[in-house]
């Protein structure tokens, strides 16, 4: 059995504070009997087994779930299948401790395996700077407000655009019209210096409208 899945777990308790005990503990027996035959059954079929590249987008990991995610850490970091303890370590980790995959990822990329293979995640390191900031009681609500004050301004922008491009739309809407008409009397001046008849006009919108009917 290879020592990097036996010692997966325990690498990401010590990257992390630590935890309340999930109610989903008391019955751990079970739990790691559950994970076993889970990391036994997921084959990882969408993960590219020749996947041999040195640079990775953090995105590639944490748009995957569990059973992917856990195959394509081990097929990017360490360029081979999970063994059945590091699947089924990681799988409770996710599942039962709720250990953040930026933090699992971490304790992979520190373990001697992938330190041999000299994987890069490009923007993992500006990441998880953050995401520890962000644990951090004060400091973390002033970044995630900070977060949201922004969100509000692109949502702003958004609808002030939005407007414009109504505004835009009625505007050229009434030059359509402008030229109809415009159009429209030019024709009915050939017309009058055709048949000599001046009295013929191109017809009134708001004349032909149906009067309102009203109220009884």
Partial sequence: MNKTGNRLLDQVKKNIQERPSSPLSNNSNHRS?????????????EIDRTDNRKTYQ?????????????HFCYQA?????????????ILKALRVDKVPRIE????????????QQQVIISDFATAHLFYRIGRVPVIGFLIRLAI???????????????????????????EVDNM??????RIAEWLAEETGN?????????ANRKPNKEPK
């Fill in 148 to 174: 949201g004050l922004r969100k509000i301004a692109r949502l702003q922008e958004e609808q002030e655009y939005q407007r414009g491009l109504i505004e835009a739309t009625r505007h050229d809407a009434g």
């Fill in 180 to 185: 109809i008409s415009k159009h429209q009397n």
């Fill in 198 to 206: 001046a009295s013929w006009a191109p017809p009134d919108k708001e």
């Fill in 58 to 70: 953090l995105e590639e990991f944490l748009t995957l779930y569990d059973g992917e995610f856990v």
């Fill in 77 to 89: 970091l360490f360029k081979r299948a999970p063994d059945k303890t590091g699947m089924s370590n």
């Fill in 33 to 45: 009997a559950m994970f076993d035959i889970e990391a036994l059954i997921l084959p990882g079929s």
């Fill in 104 to 115: 699992i990822i971490k304790s992979l990329m520190n373990s001697d395996e992938a330190q």
